[in-house]
């Protein structure tokens, strides 16, 4: 199954039940389902919906479902990795460049921000839902955690912080500032939070001037 | 919900009452803690009555005695679960104190009462938010203030060098973390980082700093001479 983040893209803007151009209602029936349990559990929550709401929304015979996914969660974990690759190729796109590092990690933070707000619905998917589905939802955000961090150091020329963990909280300052807005909802707003986001995840590394310099071209 | 409700009500009157032996306050805290255990269990979504019901070993009567509903249970969790922690932060240092002293015995205090009791940790972070967002709000009103406190003490109001919020929530992605590796019972482990981001909002990077080193040391010390 080859699904490419440019058919992704496509899929996870439209909202709303009647929304959908024609072409993505054509789509194989598993982008489908994935589109589905997106918005189906964000609008029911992961414990209410049921397989039959999934099919529902995506039009799809529960047969069809059976030879994809296992069951529920199957499913919603296959749409996670599907989202998650994608928001990946977003980031190293603009930041694993050439360039200065703060100007590269404001770009990435903006890429990061454009991504969950562009649509509502599949940042609450990623980091909300995604966290009431019990034990599987340990390992996964075990090794988010962990690809976030490699992919922060990645893209680092050797600025050296003086705390031990200091990408473990310049990831997790990033991660808990975009958590916060959309479980209240203002995912929609989240690119306001660029300069600020800026400052906050350089500052230790590269001090308070030019973290100003970086957070000011935002 | 009614349903059960009402039910209840008509069994009470055919049952004995609660045993003598074994008191309301103590009854409500083994429903408390049983809606604790199973979220951090199963999550609060997938928790169910009859699961509090079993795991505090009472009957459906009696829980809807103490509570109208889940949602309630689980509100008198997080308040349990705040109580706890502050109550263990609070017996782990003298007033007048050192601010930088006060937290790092505050931080170690929680982190290992959390250690100790993997589920209020997990009400920490998790699905637990989601399903109030309002229940950080709770959280950061029962810690953020008392940290305040600690600095303002010796001489005035303080400035706030960076947002505490911002701290405490990166104080969660962290708990989060180390509950996902599997490593609850080793919280403590992360007493240098909390320790930061407890001070470095009032107390500022330099100061927060030297005591992360302070405790840093600290273990390293402990290590050496067992």
Redo the contacts between chains.
């Keep these: 199954m080859t699904e490419s983040p440019e058919d992704l893209r496509r899929w996870r803007l439209p909202r709303g039940r009647h929304g959908l151009p024609r072409e993505l209602v054509e789509r194989s029936q598993r982008e489908r389902l994935l589109a589905a349990v997106v918005r189906v559990t964000v609008a029911n929550?992961?414990?209410?919906t049921t397989v039959g709401d999934i099919l529902g929304e995506a039009g799809v015979g529960r047969e069809s479902f059976y030879e994809l996914f296992d069951d529920k969660l199957d499913c919603m974990l296959a749409a996670h990795r599907l989202l998650i690759d994608d928001l990946e190729q977003q980031i190293r796109g603009v930041y694993l460049v050439d360039g200065p590092w703060p100007g590269r990690m404001r770009e990435a933070l903006s890429a990061t921000l454009e991504w969950f707000s562009a649509d509502p619905d599949t940042a609450r998917f990623m980091l909300?839902?995604l966290?009431?589905?019990?034990?599987a939802?340990?390992?996964?955000?075990?090794a988010e955690?962990a690809r976030a961090i490699a992919l922060f150091e990645e893209g680092m020329d050797g600025a050296k912080p003086?705390?031990?963990?200091a990408n473990?909280?310049a990831?997790?300052?990033i991660?808990?500032?975009i958590?916060?807005e959309v479980?209240?909802g203002r995912a929609a707003e989240l690119r306001r939070l660029l300069p600020d986001l800026t400052y906050?995840a350089l500052v230790?590394f590269v001090g308070e001037e030019q973290a100003r310099a970086a957070a000011s071209s935002a | 919900m009614q349903k059960h409700r009402s039910s209840g009500k008509a069994t009470s009157v055919l049952r004995p009452s609660t045993p003598p032996d074994i008191g309301p306050r103590s009854q409500r805290q083994r429903i408390v803690d049983a809606m604790i255990d199973s979220c951090a269990?199963?999550?609060?979504?997938?928790t169910t009555i009859t699961d509090i019901v079993a795991g505090a070993r009472i009957s459906r009567t009696t829980f809807y005695k103490h509570f109208p509903d889940k949602r309630a249970c689980f509100d008198a969790a997080i308040a349990d679960c705040i109580e706890q922690l502050r109550e263990a932060a609070a017996a782990a240092h003298t007033p007048g104190e050192e601010p930088g002293d006060a937290v790092r015995k505050g931080t170690r205090a929680v982190l290992e009462a959390m250690a100790a009791r993997p589920g209020l940790a997990q009400l920490m972070t998790?699905?637990a938010?989601?399903v109030d967002?309002l229940v950080?709000e709770r959280y950061r009103k029962a810690t953020l203030p008392a940290l305040e406190a600690l600095w303002s003490a010796n001489g005035g109001p303080v400035q706030a060098h960076?947002?505490p919020?911002?701290a405490f929530?990166?104080a969660?992605?962290?708990i989060?973390?180390q509950?996902?590796?599997?490593k609850t019972k080793r919280l403590p482990e992360l007493l240098?980082?909390i320790v930061?981001?407890a001070v470095t909002p009032y107390g500022g990077?330099e100061e927060a700093?030297e005591q992360?080193r302070l405790v840093?040391e600290a273990a390293t010390d402990s290590v050496v001479r067992r």
């Design positions: 929550g992961y414990e209410a909300v839902e966290s009431t589905v019990g034990p939802f340990r390992p996964i955000f075990q955690f003086e705390l031990a963990q473990e909280l990831v997790g300052a991660l808990a500032r958590y916060e479980v209240l906050e230790p | 269990e199963k999550t609060y979504a997938a998790g699905d938010i989601a967002p950080i960076t947002d919020r911002l929530g990166q969660q992605v962290l989060l973390n509950i996902a590796t599997g240098p980082e930061y981001l990077h700093l992360s840093r």
